[in-house]
């Protein structure tokens, strides 16, 4: 006799539950170190049933924390929108960052400062003007340059720059845990001021 189709909401409690057998281990220690294996074992499942619902262990992990990213996009899409003023707009969209960052520390370790293992396989890489936050920066730049308020030079490159010196920032104290560096809100803040006396006209 054919087992019954499983259906749509038994589907959904299933991925759930795995999902949330993940999440539990990310709390519980490094999330560059949970296999699938170890995600099956917790969550009671077989190791193959995981493989039908995500197509791998980084497919479960940007699972756990699409959600708190696509919030992060909708607040910065609201900053780009509403911010006619370009230096104030990039102020924002800087500070809507360290925020995410702070405020969702397992997230923005998990999802930002994750660094592949050389045995897994590079991801497909979308284009950078893809990339929301980046763009939003971009045009912010376009906007203050057009308005002489910020200096010149290449709006791909200064997008870049700004985005690379605030995540370094966040990303420090937690990347060399062993040094005692000042609270990471701190760098990051006084990284923000520092970004924008760069580019900004003097």
């Given at each position: 006799?054919?087992?019954?189709?499983?259906?749509?909401?038994?589907?959904?409690?299933?991925?759930?539950?795995?999902?949330?057998?993940?999440?539990?281990?990310?709390?519980?220690?490094?999330?560059?170190?949970?296999?699938?294996?170890?995600?099956?074992?917790?969550?009671?499942?077989?190791?193959?049933?995981?493989?039908?619902?995500?197509?791998?262990?980084?497919?479960?992990?940007?699972?756990?924390?699409?959600?708190?990213?696509?919030?992060?996009?909708?607040?910065?899409?609201?900053?780009?929108?509403?911010?006619?003023?370009?230096?104030?707009?990039?102020?924002?969209?800087?500070?809507?960052?360290?925020?995410?960052?702070?405020?969702?520390?397992?997230?923005?370790?998990?999802?930002?400062?994750?660094?592949?293992?050389?045995?897994?396989?590079?991801?497909?890489?979308?284009?950078?003007?893809?990339?929301?936050?980046?763009?939003?920066?971009?045009?912010?730049?376009?906007?203050?340059?057009?308005?002489g308020v910020f200096v010149d030079g290449?709006?791909?490159?200064?997008?870049?720059?700004?985005?690379?010196?605030?995540?370094?920032?966040?990303?420090?104290?937690?990347?060399?845990?062993?040094?005692?560096?000042?609270?990471?809100?701190?760098?990051?803040?006084?990284?923000?001021?520092?970004?924008?006396?760069?580019?900004?006209?003097?």
């Amino acid at each position: 006799m054919p087992r019954p189709a499983i259906t749509p909401k038994k589907r959904l409690e299933t991925r759930e539950h795995i999902r949330a057998a993940a999440a539990t281990l990310v709390r519980q220690g490094s999330p560059e170190k949970i296999t699938i294996r170890a995600v099956a074992k917790q969550a009671g499942v077989s190791v193959g049933t995981i493989y039908k619902y995500f197509e791998d262990i980084s497919d479960l992990g940007r699972s756990l924390w699409q959600e708190p990213v696509d919030e992060l996009r909708r607040q910065m899409s609201d900053i780009a929108k509403n911010n006619d003023d370009p230096v104030n707009r990039i102020r924002a969209l800087l500070q809507a960052y360290a925020d995410f960052a702070h405020k969702n520390h397992r997230v923005f370790r998990g999802a930002f400062l994750y660094v592949r293992p050389d045995s897994r396989q590079l991801p497909d890489q979308a284009a950078l003007k893809d990339e929301p936050f980046f763009r939003y920066l971009e045009t912010a730049i376009a906007d203050g340059q057009e308005a002489g308020v910020f200096v010149d030079g290449s709006k791909k490159m200064l997008a870049q720059l700004l985005w690379a010196a605030l995540h370094g920032a966040l990303a420090l104290p937690h990347n060399i845990e062993r040094v005692a560096f000042d609270p990471s809100e701190q760098i990051a803040a006084a990284m923000i001021d520092s970004i924008m006396v760069m580019i900004q006209k003097s």
